[in-house]
């Protein structure tokens, strides 16, 4: 996955962020990136209107966007059935990325979540593992969105929850494997580059 | 005893057209995006110093404006958006200690529960330590080489944590 590029031209990514500037500088690194079309906005406010106007391809959202925050607009995005960009991917930017945290974003439906400050490294990295990366979508009554388990190690108690999950004997790994290190970096802070 | 499984959930794969574009040929190597993007960050620094120069004059008018019993309503939410400007956009700037500072101050304001009065010396102390932070013989300092001042700070923030009229994070 590090090495494989990622052609991000004619990709139409939203910022949602109520810093200006932090907008601008998101803007400059997807840009070194080759994205040529970006889109921002201050408040939740903004993303819903842009969400009804436009087809966006991917939503790097402030997990404190005013007025609802970001972890509430995923929330909103994903439940709505009318919205064909509901299933689209949604990265979180969040200073606090304490295990609460992570769980929330994850428990709305948000695909990654991006560690403040931020760094080039960490945000094509998350990038990365989207477009390469793809997860089954799940839609229960409480939850719509990717599929909130990465990695497989038996279910607790022996039975999953759902209905089509049959029991899993968990081998012994005899292959190279993302490790679970490689797993929590995608999700925990990584304040350098 | 294992779990009673919840109702049947419907899977799907959907192929984002975010993932189909991004996977095509032609993209940027990683090497190569990351220096551009890196590139863009360095030529953006000269006017982003302007900036940080102008938002902490801003951050010290309204606290001084508080301390003078100026405040307009809404100072602490405006003192907690700027700091929280600083906190992200430090690091990546270049301002490790900036991003300290800022963060330790955003972290003493968030644990103060609503309509409790904030200590203008915690605020004004911090907002020192900013322009302190600032200064570019500080811009490339690294925690550990400034003990005196992380380890003040970090204690001024477990001590508002512990205090009365504070409740604890």
Redesign the interface.
Known sequence: M??????????VILVAD??P??C??VH???????ANKLLEVRHSFGVLETLVGQ?I??LLCDS?LPPHGGLQLTRAIRRNTENENR???ILIMS?DTREATITGARDVGANMVLA??????S??DR??W???H?R??????TYFGP?RRFKIEGY??????????KVVEVAEEVGPTLAQDDIDSLFSAS??? | MPKTPSPEAHTFYVDTRFQRLARRPGGVPREVALESAQNNIDQSKPEFESWLDAELQNLATVVRNAEAGMAESGWLEDVGFRSRQLRDLGTTMGFVLLTFVANNLCEILDATPAGHASDMETITCHLDALFLARQEQYRHMRLEEVPELTKGLRLVKETVSISPDVAPK
């Open positions: 590090a090495n494989t590029p990622i052609n991000l031209r004619d990709l109520p810093s500037y932090l601008m500088l400059g690194i997807l840009r070194g990136f080759g087809k391809d991917i404190r299933t689209m991917p200073s403040k400050p931020l760094s080039p490294a945000i094509y990038l990365a989207v477009a390469f793809p089954q979508f799940i839609d229960t009554e599929d607790a108690g022996g039975v999953g929850r759902r209905k089509g999950d304040r350098t580059g």
